[in-house]
């Protein structure tokens, strides 16, 4: 049993890596500068630092889009309640896409339609001209001010 163990290699200290130099895992040459535990800690922490700001600058992008959406929304919704009042001001005629129609407040507060502007009316108007609209063909009113000419 003796020779047994005297056949064995014998145990060696962890050997230094032998292949190829572009294929190590750590640098060989002696010129090549030395990595301790505090390098590779220096490295996490910069890696942290530009994640962190990558994305914080994504994340402000992504903020300012939610509150443009918000804006977008509100106004949105300003105008559908805008589209709903006008649709239940008085009128004594049908409505059509398209059409330019002029509201105007009586004395009393009240509002209504007209197909005369202002301007076409062979008197002074006694009711105060709020404003011109156009009906667009989605059912939405467009001041016309606003509106785009056709």
Same mark, same amino acid.
Request: aromatic share 8%; proline share 7%; charged share 30%.
């Given at each position: 049993?003796?020779?047994? %163990?005297?056949?064995?290699?014998?145990?060696?200290? +962890? /050997?230094?890596? *032998? =292949?190829?130099?572009? $294929?190590?895992?750590y640098p060989l040459s002696r010129m090549a500068p030395s990595f301790d535990i505090i390098d590779v800690? %220096?490295?996490?922490?910069?890696?942290?630092?530009? +994640? /962190?700001?990558? *994305? =914080?600058?994504?994340? $402000?992008?992504?903020?300012?889009?939610?509150?443009?959406?918000?804006?977008?929304?509100?106004?949105?919704?300003?105008a559908a309640r805008r589209d709903a009042e006008l649709h239940r001001v008085k009128c004594s005629f049908?409505?059509? $896409?398209?059409?330019?129609?002029?509201?105007?407040?009586?004395?009393?507060?009240?509002?209504?339609?007209?197909?005369?502007?202002?301007?076409?009316?062979?008197?002074?108007?006694?009711?105060?001209?709020?404003?011109?609209?156009?009906?667009?063909?989605?059912?939405?009113?467009?001041?016309?001010?606003?509106?785009?000419?056709?």
């Amino acid at each position: 049993m003796a020779d047994d %163990r005297d056949d064995a290699p014998p145990e060696q200290p +962890l /050997a230094r890596y *032998t =292949g190829p130099t572009a $294929a190590a895992p750590y640098p060989l040459s002696r010129m090549a500068p030395s990595f301790d535990i505090i390098d590779v800690a %220096r490295e996490i922490q910069r890696a942290d630092e530009t +994640l /962190a700001t990558v *994305t =914080g600058g994504k994340l $402000a992008v992504i903020a300012d889009q939610i509150r443009h959406l918000q804006d977008e929304a509100r106004r949105l919704l300003e105008a559908a309640r805008r589209d709903a009042e006008l649709h239940r001001v008085k009128c004594s005629f049908e409505k059509r $896409a398209g059409g330019v129609y002029h509201l105007y407040r009586r004395e009393a507060g009240d509002l209504y339609f007209s197909l005369l502007a202002p301007e076409e009316w062979s008197t002074k108007p006694r009711q105060a001209f709020v404003g011109s609209y156009r009906l667009e063909a989605d059912m939405s009113f467009t001041p016309v001010l606003e509106a785009e000419p056709t």
